[in-house]
């Protein structure tokens, strides 16, 4: 299996979809920064870091999704999957919410910064047990291709990344 892509390309490849579609807004969990520059840059107005509450960020793109826009939630694995699971399950999944979920630095990615910024490969485990979630993990070879289908998936989405 090919290594999982960087942040910086997922965003990327984002980015794509995001600045020719107005309904998409992106919330950020107080991270970031360069790599969403080009968001916060040229999309202030439907990009927002709400800071470090994974909860209430989940349930404000549950409000939003209801509000009929298309939230992107981007944060670090651990504390999207772990802080945020009970209402992952409850807002998303139960109501199966067409809401995208970037988790970074899968995989141990920020190791450097401690065992609480690690899962391993847990948030996998995790996320699998939801019946209306699509898993996805691009590697170089498949990242556009993964991208649009998480796009075209009328549903929630987790995409994991380094």
């Given amino acids: 299996m090919s290594e999982l892509v960087s942040k910086q390309e997922v965003m990327s490849e984002v980015y794509n979809y995001f600045k020719y579609d107005e309904k998409?807004?992106?919330?950020?969990?107080?991270?970031?920064?360069?790599?969403?520059?080009?968001?916060?840059d040229n999309y202030s107005n439907r990009t927002f870091n709400v800071g470090i509450c994974e909860q209430a960020t989940i349930s404000m793109a549950g409000g939003m999704y209801l509000a009929g826009l298309k939230p992107l939630v981007y944060s670090q694995v651990p504390f999207l999957v772990m802080r945020a699971?009970?209402?992952?399950?409850?807002?998303?999944?139960?109501?199966?919410?067409?809401?995208?979920?970037?988790?970074?630095?899968?995989?141990?990615?920020?190791?450097?910064?401690?065992?609480?910024?690690?899962?391993?490969e847990d948030d996998i485990t995790m996320m699998?047990?939801?019946?209306?979630?699509?898993?996805?993990?691009?590697?170089?070879?498949?990242?556009?291709?993964?991208?649009?289908?998480?796009f075209k998936h009328n549903g929630p989405v987790?995409?994991?990344?380094?």
Wanted: charged content about 25%.
């Fill in 85 to 120: 699971y009970e209402q992952i399950r409850y807002d998303l999944n139960e109501h199966n919410m067409n809401i995208k979920l970037i988790g970074v630095g899968a995989n141990n990615y920020f190791d450097k910064l401690g065992r609480s910024h690690c899962m391993d």
């Fill in 128 to 150: 699998s047990i939801f019946k209306n979630f699509l898993l996805l993990a691009p590697n170089k070879d498949n990242l556009k291709k993964q991208i649009k289908q998480m």
């Fill in 24 to 40: 998409m807004a992106l919330l950020v969990g107080d991270m970031g920064f360069a790599v969403l520059d080009d968001f916060f």
């Fill in 158 to 162: 987790y995409l994991r990344c380094r």
